[in-house]
T-cell receptor, first 116, second 110 residues
Framework: DVKVTQSSRYLVKRTGEKVFLECVQD?????MFWYRQDPGLGLRLIYF?????MKEKGDIPEGYSVSREKKERFSLILESASTNQTSMYLC????WGGGRGRSEAFFGQGTRLTVV | TQLLEQSPQFLSIQEGENLTVYCNSS?????LQWYRQEPGEGPVLLVT?????EVKKLKRLTFQFGDARKDSSLHITAAQPGDTGLYLC??????????FGSGTRLLVRP
């Protein structure tokens, strides 16, 4: 089974802190994604990466950055946390995509981040 | 911009009832996935459909991909409380990204 593991289930951080959310996948998937999920707004894509050291902005990248130094690991960084970044953060990976075939995403268990 | 609209947004039914959830778009997708998400957890993939008109069954769940590959439906027969959750459809195309629908929140009452 594909396993996507997020480093924390719950986090509480203070406004202005730099926050790191880590995600690791064990199935050699090329693509990795970070989403946030808020009530009434669905899943919104923050950033994604289709290869090591490659990244592309999603729909809501402001206030976030990412790092992918190794294929299996994709980190989301909140440069200076703010209260409006309180949310559920979901990491996902997929094997294909980009028109090359099935693009199923496999998700981690989520990180519920609260910024106070 | 590709969009996927799901309906209904909310559904509350009694155990044993049948239901259908719809996922519609004006865009063509090369594949379409359905996920179920339980509270506090990440979405879990249920099925992928790739061929127009394709029907897949997963126990009491039946998934259909429209002939034109623009829409899909999920039908649950004899719903059980364990079916409770958020159901998400997602479309794949030429991009690496999946386009997610807004979700249908299902509550099955015992």
């Amino acid at each position: 089974d594909v396993k996507v593991t997020q480093s924390s289930r719950y986090l509480v951080k203070r406004t202005g802190e730099k926050v790191f959310l880590e995600c690791v996948q064990d199935m050699d998937h090329e693509n990795m994604f970070w989403y946030r999920q808020d009530p009434g707004l669905g899943l919104r894509l923050i950033y994604f990466s289709y290869d090591v050291k490659m990244k592309e902005k999603g729909d809501i990248p402001e206030g976030y950055s990412v790092s992918r130094e190794k294929k299996e690991r994709f980190s989301l960084i909140l440069e200076s946390a703010s209260t409006n970044q309180t949310s559920m953060y979901l990491c996902a990976s997929s094997l294909w995509g980009g028109g090359r075939g099935r693009s199923e995403a496999f998700f981690g268990q989520g990180t519920r981040l609260t910024v106070v | 911009t590709q969009l996927l609209e799901q309906s209904p947004q909310f559904l509350s039914i009694q155990e044993g009832e049948n239901l259908t959830v719809y996922c519609n778009s004006s865009s063509v997708f090369s594949s379409l996935q359905w996920y179920r998400q339980e509270p506090g957890e990440g979405p879990v993939l249920l099925v992928t459909v790739v061929t127009g008109g394709e029907v897949k069954k997963l126990k009491r769940l039946t998934f259909q991909f429209g002939d034109a590959r623009k829409d899909s439906s999920l039908h649950i027969t004899a719903a059980q409380p364990g079916d409770t959750g958020l159901y998400l459809c997602a479309g794949g195309g030429s991009s690496y990204k999946l386009i997610f629908g807004s979700g249908t929140r299902l509550l099955v009452r015992p």
